[in-house]
Each structure stands twice: as structure tokens, then as C-alpha cells.
């Protein structure tokens, strides 16, 4: 009997804990600053539950939604565009064609940037006493002139004997 009261107030203890968070706790487990909570709660973004004297108090799920905002400012959305991610009570309500859309825009953005890092790589191994004067190094500047990022090969790089 005296087991079950302790398991039954541990458990009381447990619960409370997993209920709400202070805001201290909520943003060393976000790794965010308190300042960036209350900015999020003032763009309707996530919402306290009440106070611990003049300390904010968040439920659980906060910690979710603050993961899902993290999600998407890394994907490049913006503030405005997360918010419409939440629906009533803060449960997430994801528009599946904004996400398919992102996602292909992400695509672009990998394919451009590995075009870059390409480019820049052949520069660094270059033979060609003047970048201007390699027909690869051309073809990588008529490329981005053009906004085209293909898939190139490297010539002159270390792992190829290859020379223009």
C-alpha cells in the first residue's frame, strides 16, 4: 500500500513535470533564447498556459511546435508561412503543396550550390595559369550566366589526371 502511494505520487510528480515547463526550462531544452519565446508568443506562434509569478509557463507540446518552427525557418520559411502551420490549440495542420513546393525549391537550391562548390573546387586545382583562359572554368561562368546548373565534371581535379 505504502509502495502505490509513493509510485502514485511520483507519478503526480512526473506528470507535473511533463505538463508545463517554465520558460527557462522550455528554452534551454529549445536551445533558444527566452527572448525568442516571447517573440514567437507575440507572432501567435506558440502560447503560454499561465505563470509561475512573473515566469510564463508552456504546456508539453511546446517543445514540438518550437521543434516544427525550427524545421521550418531551417528550410527557409518564413515566420508568417510557420504560423499558417498551426492549427486550433497549436496541433500542427500542414499544407502538404506548400511543403512539396519547398521541397522542390530546396532541390534547386542543392543542385545550384553543388554547382557552385564544383566550380569553385575546379578553380582551386586549375593548371590554367588564368581561370579566364580554362574552357571548363567558361563553361561553369556561360553556365551561371545562364541560371543552368549542371551536373559537371571536374578535369582538373585531384581525384582525375585529366587536363584541358
Not at 567558361?138 to 581525384?159: R, T
Request: hydrophobic share 45%; charged share 25%.
Amino acid at each position: 500500500m505504502v509502495l502505490n502511494i509513493i509510485g502514485f505520487v511520483i507519478l503526480l510528480f512526473d506528470i507535473n513535470d511533463f505538463l508545463s515547463k517554465v520558460v527557462a526550462e522550455v528554452a534551454k531544452k529549445a536551445h533558444v533564447a527566452t527572448s525568442t519565446l516571447r517573440f514567437y508568443e507575440e507572432k501567435g506562434l506558440i502560447k503560454s498556459i499561465g505563470r509561475q509569478g512573473l515566469r510564463r509557463q508552456y504546456a508539453k507540446q511546446v517543445l514540438e511546435q518550437l521543434a516544427l518552427i525550427a524545421l521550418g525557418r531551417a528550410a527557409g520559411f518564413s515566420l508568417d508561412e510557420i504560423a499558417h502551420m498551426f492549427g486550433e490549440g497549436g496541433q500542427p495542420e500542414l499544407d502538404r503543396a506548400m511543403l512539396a513546393e519547398k521541397a522542390d525549391q530546396l532541390e534547386q537550391m542543392t543542385k545550384r550550390l553543388h554547382f557552385i562548390s564544383e566550380g569553385l573546387k575546379h578553380a582551386a586545382v586549375c593548371p590554367a595559369e588564368n581561370h579566364m583562359q580554362c574552357p571548363t572554368f567558361q563553361k561553369f561562368l556561360k553556365s551561371a550566366i545562364a541560371g543552368e546548373y549542371p551536373a559537371m565534371p571536374l578535369p582538373h581535379s585531384k581525384k582525375s589526371k585529366r587536363t584541358d
